[in-house]
């Protein structure tokens, strides 16, 4: 009652605001745009439900056909989600990613700061591949397991049971910490733990001695803070690595159908020196913020030792890799490799082996056909009962449908805006900001997405904002790509809060980082994050996407400013 309450009155006020100055079919989408913002950032309804606004009234104000919009609600986009999480639900079910992350950590060693980019360097990695919140709860278990056996290597600072499983079980002392979440991450990061068969409401019992030094306790905030920030480095690095990364790559193909300059190849070629600079200046970052000043020469070999030998009984007890490993990283290579090697632009790629039907394939069909596999693949030998590789209900709980629909209500939020003549109404409305420098466009445009997504969703944020700042590209005649890749990227830098983004809100409620560390460490990985990506676009990126010079794929607006260089 109130979410209508407040949208029939929103709608009286705006529509007598804007009814002089727009047409009317733009200014009703215009309400719609406006509206659909501020529940987003407000969450008056949930997120996917407020995506399928456009459903309801685009076809009520007369600004699109009922048909007409429900077929964004399901793209080429929603394939790729598919098959990957496929494989991202094969990867947890057999154990892989315990093997992948276990095995980084004994590359670098046990010493705190190699240890420290080991996990990190693990996370990052599993993120670029599954969700940013899926890499944190596989990763952050074994990293409280170590952290649990470092604080114990006192002899006499404190008494206890060993919990390396992180197992909920009163018999032991614990300290329990209750997370309250106030925003749309209390929903989101409680449903997926509630179908992984954790307790949704963020209860983590874990052993906690009476007299922890601040040298471990510093160690143990960085550890954990560099987890949350890794799964949202290593989600960048790839086009299905995170949501805002696919929502962009499928708006793409729907405003602009006849660009194909962005693929998983040269996303990847632009997106991985990013993520390796903010890797390793958050490392060093955090290192220093927390650990640097505390840590002296000499003190840590017991630690290290205890941690050297977890790490080595919780590998050892993975035992040989097993045939759905096995099959499981098998699939995944052959996924990346035609990914990279479907249409590289270097050379023709496999996608010209099938000359009349060009333009058929995409990254949705490999993704979607290996994904399958799965389904169909025995789990075991012939001489055990059939069972798939992965079954429905492990792949539903997986399954981010929220963030379909959110995406799906996004698609159909720019057809509207085209539709309805609001996109061109915009582009003419920003055309005087031409005049500006186009860096000064980008870094501001960047700023003003990084500050809105702390404290509303990643996929909201971008869905928002790529209706609008298309536009205003085309309306100072600079190349597309050159505003939206880089604010798409900035939307996954949400490191401030707990309640930015899921990852940061399961870290947290492990209890050993406080709000104030989140702020301090999540300021200075900002900054890393928007000049590296500024640093990129304005190097590398113009040579691989020829952001210098305008599309032909994008239209000419009349009476355009070109922005100076």
């Not at 106030?182 to 509630?194: D, Q, R």
């Not at 019992?205 to 009476?210: E, L």
């Not at 962009?248 to 993520?275: A, D, H, K, R, T």
């Not at 798939?388 to 379909?404: D, R």
């Amino acid at each position: 009652i109130l979410a209508i309450n407040k949208s029939t009155m929103l709608k009286s006020i705006f529509s007598l605001s804007l009814s002089s100055i727009l047409l009317p079919f733009t200014a009703e989408c215009a309400f719609v745009m406006l509206l659909m913002a501020v529940y987003w950032v407000t969450e008056i309804l949930p997120l996917s439900i407020t995506a399928m606004l456009p459903a309801v009234l685009f076809p009520l104000f007369g600004i699109m056909k009922s048909s007409d919009v429900a077929k964004w609600y399901f793209k080429d986009f929603h394939f790729l989600l598919v098959g990957v999480i496929c494989l991202a639900t094969s990867i947890e079910k057999w154990g892989l990613h315990r093997r992948i992350a276990l095995r980084l950590v004994t590359l670098v060693g046990v010493n705190p700061a190699w240890l420290m980019l080991g996990f990190m360097s693990g996370c990052a990695l599993l993120s670029m591949w599954v969700q940013n919140t899926s890499a944190v709860t596989m990763v952050m278990p074994i990293v409280e397991a170590v952290l649990q056996q470092i604080l114990r290597a006192k002899e006499g600072q404190c008494s206890g049971k060993d919990n390396p499983n992180l197992e909920l079980d009163g018999s032991w002392k614990t300290q329990t910490t209750l997370l309250l979440i106030f925003f749309h991450n209390k929903s989101i990061v409680g449903n997926y733990l509630e179908l992984k068969g954790q307790q949704p409401e963020f209860v983590f019992k874990y052993y906690r001695p009476v007299n922890i030094r601040k040298q471990d306790l510093m160690m143990c905030k960085a550890m954990s803070i560099g987890i949350a920030y890794s799964s949202n480095i290593g989600g960048i690095t790839t086009i299905p690595g995170t949501s805002p990364n696919l929502i962009f790559s499928e708006y793409l193909n729907q405003v602009y159908p006849e660009c194909n300059s962005i693929n998983f190849g040269n996303w990847l070629l632009l997106c991985l020196p990013i993520s390796i600079l903010m890797l390793f200046l958050t490392w060093i970052w955090l290192y220093w913020l927390f650990i640097g000043s505390e840590c002296h020469k000499g003190q840590h070999s017991e630690k290290e030792m205890s941690a050297k030998r977890v790490i080595e009984e919780e590998y050892s007890s993975l035992g040989t890799m097993g045939s759905q490993e096995i099959v499981t990283g098998g699939v995944f290579v052959l996924m990346v490799l035609l990914w990279l090697t479907r249409a590289p632009g270097f050379f023709p790629g496999w996608a010209s082996l099938f000359p009349n039907q060009s333009g058929y394939f995409t990254d949705a069909n490999v993704a979607l056909l290996l994904g399958l596999l799965f389904f169909i693949i025995p789990a075991y030998g012939p001489a055990n009962k059939y069972e798939a590789m992965i079954t429905w209900s492990e792949f539903q709980a997986s399954m981010p449908w929220k963030v379909a629909l959110l995406v799906g209500g996004g698609f159909a939020l720019a057809e509207g805006t085209k539709e309805s003549g609001l996109s061109l109404w915009v582009a003419e409305l920003l055309t005087p900001l031409g005049d500006l420098p186009v860096f000064a466009v980008i870094t501001v445009a960047c700023v003003i997405v990084t500050m809105l997504t702390e404290v509303t969703s990643n996929a909201a944020t971008t869905t928002i904002f790529l209706p609008i700042l298309s536009p205003l590209a085309e309306a100072i005649h600079v190349n597309p790509l050159y505003i939206l890749i880089p604010t798409t990227l900035c939307t996954s830098f949400s490191f401030l809060l707990p309640v930015s983004n899921p990852p940061n809100a399961v870290v947290y409620a492990y209890g050993h980082i406080t709000i104030m560390d989140m702020v301090k460490a999540g300021l200075g990985v900002n900054v890393i994050g928007l000049l590296s990506v500024l640093l990129a676009v304005g190097t590398w990126g113009i040579p691989l996407f020829s952001l210098d010079s305008y599309p032909d794929w994008a239209p000419v607006l009349p009476n355009f400013n070109s922005t100076t260089p």
